[in-house]
């Protein structure tokens, strides 16, 4: 009796669950004007912001490597962000219109309401990602299967988690009008302190505390890692492309060669930001439910 009461409970969770992300797909895809626009933006910034300060990147240090090359795993980071993000407005959407209540009620847990929207808004934003990938050659970036496959799980978790966060705070909030709001201040700050746009190198020491708490920083360095892998972003001096030693009889007879500021690819290693990101992610997610289920 008790084992059939489980699976009851377990049917019903799964049922939930894939109705409400079914819901959450079919609007998303059906709505031409909201995927126009979420694939609009991100070329926005990466071709013309990144085209505009190429000029800005090489005084930093890396004027043979394009300025959109550093860019693009940052920007696909983004694309995913937003996407994860806003989708969850369709909680407060549902919840004005009365379509939350009915949820609610019906014979399924809460918790897979909350599991729906997380995947629905996920699957939404890993759909984005996957149509931004077709740019990669576009910034200079070779396709590989390594690059690809690994991309696609990046992404994948990073949705997961960015998903969790806007259910989170989504499940609380009463107004449409507050929402977008609210996210934007929780939004530019987590994208700006990710590294999407700049190096995370030779930062105020505050700046620097705000980027490792960021768990968007460790979801746009794990990108850079797959993403750029193999790749070198060169320094714009011709005089450290030299020979080694070339270079060290220059040092030995007193030239003094210029700084160049060699970009790093990545700061942390690959596992310790899929960790964290994958941490954050659940502590989220657990948290989504048990607020999810306690709304009125």
């Known amino acids: 009796m008790l084992e059939e009461v489980r699976k009851g409970s377990v049917e019903r969770f799964l049922v939930g669950t894939y109705i409400v992300w079914l819901r959450d797909v079919k ?34 240090g890396a004027g ?26 369709s909680i407060i959407w549902d919840r004005e219109f009365g379509f939350l209540k009915e949820m609610t009620v019906a ?27 077709f740019f990669m050659p576009l910034a200079g970036i070779s396709y590989s299967l390594y690059r690809v496959l690994m991309a696609l799980l990046v992404m994948a978790i990073l949705s997961l988690t960015l998903t969790s966060l806007g259910v989170l705070i989504a499940s609380r909030m009463r107004s449409m009008e507050g929402f977008p709001i609210l996210m934007n201040f929780i939004l530019m700050p987590m994208f ?4 999407a746009m700049f190096p995370l190198q030779g930062l105020p020491g505050w700046m620097e505390f ?30 450290v492309n030299l020979p080694p030693e070339l270079l060290e009889k220059l040092v030995s007879s007193g030239v003094q060669l210029p700084h160049s500021a060699q970009l790093k690819v990545s700061l942390y290693p690959l596992h310790l930001d899929l960790l964290v990101v994958l941490g954050v992610g659940l502590f989220l997610f657990l948290l989504s439910s048990l607020m999810f289920g306690r709304q009125d």
């Open 107 to 133: 014979p399924i847990p809460r918790s897979s309401i909350a599991m729906g929207k997380i995947l629905g808004g996920a699957t939404t934003a890993l759909l984005q990602g996957v149509i931004f990938l």
């Open 64 to 89: 043979e490597t394009k300025y959109i090359t550093f860019m693009y795993p940052g920007i696909l980071a983004m694309t995913v962000l937003f996407t994860s993000m806003f989708s969850s407005i």
């Open 27 to 60: 609007r998303f895809w059906r709505d031409t004007m909201r995927r126009i626009g979420a694939f609009v933006q991100p070329l926005i910034y990466l071709f013309l912001l990144g085209t505009g300060l190429q000029s800005a990147f090489k005084v930093f």
């Open 210 to 239: 705000l980027t490792k708490i960021n768990p968007m920083s460790y979801g746009v360095d794990a990108m850079r890692t797959v993403v750029l892998r193999g790749l070198v972003l060169t320094p714009s001096d011709p005089l």
């Open 192 to 195: 700006f302190l990710s590294g």
